[in-house]
Structure formats: structure tokens, C-alpha cells
């Protein structure tokens, strides 16, 4: 542990002007060229031993090639800053006061991917990881596409991997899971008329009100409920109109709904043709569409069940005792509320997967985003334990 601390005392004015860098790049989602050059240049500036960019601009640093496999994971996108006005400091100043650092990708999760990237460093310099490789990937579009992007690059890369930690912010706590994500979207269809003769037309818009009530009443039954649950919200409405001088004839609104563990699609689909039950109207799931910094088509079908991962497991174990050594202190455990790139390791190809991350969760996307320097210290010594430990 001392040598960790002592090598880290070393690189820490590096580590400073590396984050002020990657902190004021704009690397919102499908955008972030220049913050995979950064983060690849640095990766091949410390000596990893292969860095690679795959065919989305998603980069895999790897440190050795030992038998046991652990990917670390943070992503490098960042969605904008609008409120920009209302910023105590600029969002891509990157400035520091008080030894906190303030800018978009602070905690989301910009903080995660150097503290990733360090540890790599560190692992490799004190040679923590004989038997082990260690691959740090900073992946693109995680904030549109929860766990794709990452399911990609595994693939392309052809990782057979043990363990994966993902980096998101997580107040310094172990997380052994998250609740699920899914979109939907909600069409009614009507009649169009003039605005002068309502009564000809069928209005698409007043048909919509229902279902909102229905949908509100949802979320209050949730509200009552204890412990893990779900969640629901209407996060936008849009009508289809001849012109503001008539009835509209087409009315959809977009749900996000938050997946308690043991919500399935059949469980949700269900609830959603409760929604609509008697009105013409149909639901469906999302289907997100963006396009990769390297001109790459992305789709994701939004459902992306909740997943966790037990006490008991080998990985959380180590999570557990690495914290213990790193802290002195019992190891806080949680679970994220929001949905992560663990969906794509635990969820889909079934790998154990834990997360970590500095930064206070409430402040990702939230205007004076910020971290403080001392988290990020203490990840990359959390990040090298567990790669020790594993
Ligand atoms: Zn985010």
C-alpha cells in the first residue's frame, strides 16, 4: 500500500494537467475524437503495453497478459452543458479552488477514466499484476447508449474477461448493481379538421391526456412503495398538426421508465397496453439512433433489464477487502439508481462486474459539476488494489 501511495505521490502534477486537458474537451456523445486521442496518447505515454482504437473510437489500453482478465471501464462522452450561464465556473474551464476541480465529465465520468488510466500506470510500474492483464478501456456514446458501445468494443476486440469494474460516480462506494432502463414511446392517432370545426376532427392530443393521467397515477403507486422499484416519467410530448389553426392528428410522448431487479419486458409491455387499454393507441419500445465520431451507425432497442451482483461473489469480495486496506474503514456497498455500461458485462455477457467511481452521483449532468482532487487519488489506490487483489 505505502509503495502505491509513494508512486502515486510521483505523477500527481501529471495527473493534474492531464484532467485540466481532458475536462476541456467537448466530448459529447458521438463527438469525442479528440478526447480518444488524448486518452490514447496518454495510455502509450505511460508504457501500456498495447493501445488500440476500435472502429466506434472506443480505446483499450492493456497492461500485461496473464491468465486472469480484468477490464476497468469509464466513459469518455459527456452530454452538454446548456445552463452554461448559471455555471459558478465555466464548464470546460476546467478550474480548480479548494482542491476541487469544476467542469462537465467531472464526475460523468471523465474523473473514473484517469483514475483508470493511472492505475493502469501504476499497476504496471510496480509490477502488481504478474499473472494478470489488465485492460482499461475509456469508452464513446455511453450517455445515449447505456452498455452498447462497450459490448462492441469487447467483441471487436475479442475479450474473454474475468472481472470488470466500471467507473461511474458512486461517492467513493461499492456498487453491486444497478436498476434497469427502458424507453417507450406512446402514439395516439386522430382525425385532423379545421381549428373552426373541432367537432369534424378527432383530436389526437385530448386522447394522449388519459394515458398522461394513467401514467402519472403510476408513479404515485411507486411512490408508496419501499425499497428497490421502478420508476416512471414522461420525458417528452410531441403532436403532429396541419398548423396551429387545426386538430391535431398524431400525438407521442416519450417514457423513460426505471427498472426495479426482476422487471422483464413482458412485465413492462403489459403495464404499457394497460396505459392505452381503450384508447387507439399504440405503444413500442425506443429505439435510440446516433452515429460514432468514425461515421459508424448505432441503434440500441432501449430495455436494459436491472442487474446485481452478490455479497458473496469472488469479485466483490476483493472489492470489499481492497477497500478495507485502501481506507482503513468498512467498505460502504449500494447500488447505482441509473443504468451503466455493467448492463453490457454483467447483464449481457454475464462477467462479474462491480463499480466505483469518484464524484458525487447527484451531480452528473447537473450544472457546477465537480470533484474533488483527493477522489481521484483515492480511485486510482482503490483501482490498483483490486488488480493486486483479484
Ligand atoms: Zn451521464
Known sequence: MNNLKNELEKIKADIIDFTKKFIQIKSFTGKEAEATKLVANKMKELGYDEVTIDSYGSVLGRIGSGKTKILYDAHIDVVEAKDEAEWKYPPFAAEIHDNIIYGRGTVDTKSSVI???????????????????????????????????????????????????????????????????????????GVSAHGSAPEKGDNAIYKMAKILERIENKQKEFDKLEGEKGSIVVSNIEARTA?????????????????????????????????????????E??????????????T??????????????????????????????????????????GFATNGEIKVPTIGFGPGN??????????????????????????????
Open 115 to 189: 483514475s483508470m488510466i493511472y492505475a493502469g500506470y501504476l499497476v504496471k510500474k510496480l509490477n502488481l499484476c504478474k499473472d494478470k492483464t489488465i485492460y482499461i478501456s475509456a469508452s464513446v456514446m455511453e450517455e445515449d447508449f447505456d452498455g452498447e458501445l462497450l459490448y462492441r468494443a469487447i467483441k471487436e476486440n475479442n475479450l474473454e474477461l474475468d472481472y470488470v469494474i466500471i467507473g461511474e460516480p458512486s461517492n467513493l462506494q461499492i456498487a453491486l448493481g444497478h436498476r434497469g432502463r427502458s424507453m417507450y414511446k406512446i402514439t395516439t392517432l
Open 243 to 283: 398548423s396551429l389553426n387545426a386538430v391535431p392528428d398524431m400525438c407521442t410522448i416519450y417514457i423513460d421508465r426505471r427498472l426495479a431487479m426482476g422487471e422483464t419486458e413482458d412485465k413492462v409491455n403489459k403495464e404499457m397496453a394497460s396505459f392505452i387499454e381503450g384508447i387507439d393507441a399504440k405503444y
Open 285 to 298: 419500445i425506443y429505439i435510440a439512433e446516433g452515429v460514432s465520431q468514425t461515421g459508424k451507425e448505432v
Open 300 to 341: 440500441l432497442r432501449t430495455f436494459m433489464p436491472a442487474w446485481e451482483i452478490s455479497k458473496e461473489n469472488y469479485l466483490t469480495q476483493v472489492a470489499i477487502k481492497s477497500y478495507e486496506e485502501c481506507f482503513n474503514a468498512e467498505a460502504p456497498l449500494f447500488k447505482w439508481p441509473f443504468s451503466t455500461n
Open 361 to 390: 452521483l447527484k451531480l452528473a449532468h447537473m450544472k457546477d459539476e465537480r470533484c474533488h482532487i483527493d477522489d481521484l487519488y483515492k480511485t486510482i489506490i482503490f483501482y490498483s488494489s483490486v488488480a493486486k487483489n483479484c
